[in-house]
Every structure is written in C-alpha cells, then in structure tokens.
Nanobody, 122 residues
Framework: QVQLVESGGGSVQAGGSLRLSCGASGYTRSPYCMAWFRQAPGKEREGVAEIRSDGLTSYVDSVKGRFTISQDNAKKTIYLEMHSLNPEAAGMYFC????????????????WGQGTQVTVSS
C-alpha cells in the first residue's frame, strides 16, 4: 500500500513562489505515474501536474510555464515548484499515485496523500 505525505504548503502573496514535496513509502515497485491535484473550496479536485516513472510530464493549461513537477527517485519524493502564484492557485494540494499513465484523472488514482494547504493573498 503506497503511502504519501505532502509538505511545503503555506501562505504567500500573489506573485510569490512555493515548493511542495511529497514523500512516498510502502511500496517495492515505484508507481507508474504520480500527480499533484488541487481542490479549491466548492470546486472539483483538479489534476494540475503529473510525472511518469520515465520522467514524462504534463500540466493543466492554467499552470503551464509557472509550475514544474519533478521527482527524486532515490528519495522517493516528488516536488511541485510553483511560481507567479495568483489567488486562483489557492487550495488544498494533494499528492497522488497511479499504476496507469494519464494520472491527472481522478479515476486512475490508487493512493492519495492527506493534502497541504496553499493560500495566496492578493
């Protein structure tokens, strides 16, 4: 059973940056795909970025050029670097793992972290 623990959330002003981390444990074989999801109050959970075990990444259009997902396989950790943050980026950010590609889709997710809160003030 994959276990995921996020960290790095916090409060920033618009235009600021944050780096989220997600440590994974409890598996012998790395998940095929890992992703970051965002959920704002009253909104659906949205897949923001994904990274496959081969390093291929994809992003939702709204964060392209500002967010970067990366992984450190030795540390079993993935990261989300977020720059030029705006209030629309605020919400709870969840780390997720999937045995399938295209893991920005909730239905593909096999394990979730508990989430880390990001607040952006204008």
């Amino acid at each position: 059973q994959v276990q995921l623990v996020e960290s790095g959330g916090g409060s920033v002003q618009a235009g600021g940056s944050l780096r989220l981390s997600c440590g994974a444990s409890g598996y012998t074989r790395s998940p095929y795909c890992m992703a970051w999801f965002r959920q704002a109050p009253g909104k659906e959970r949205e897949g923001v970025a994904e990274i496959r075990s081969d390093g291929l990444t994809s992003y939702v259009d709204s964060v392209k050029g500002r967010f970067t997902i990366s992984q450190d396989n030795a540390k079993k950790t993935i990261y989300l670097e977020m720059h030029s943050l705006n209030p629309e980026a605020a919400g709870m950010y969840f780390c997720a793992a999937s045995p399938f590609s295209g893991c920005r889709q909730q239905q593909s997710i096999a394990a979730w972290g508990q989430g880390t809160q990001v607040t952006v003030s204008s």
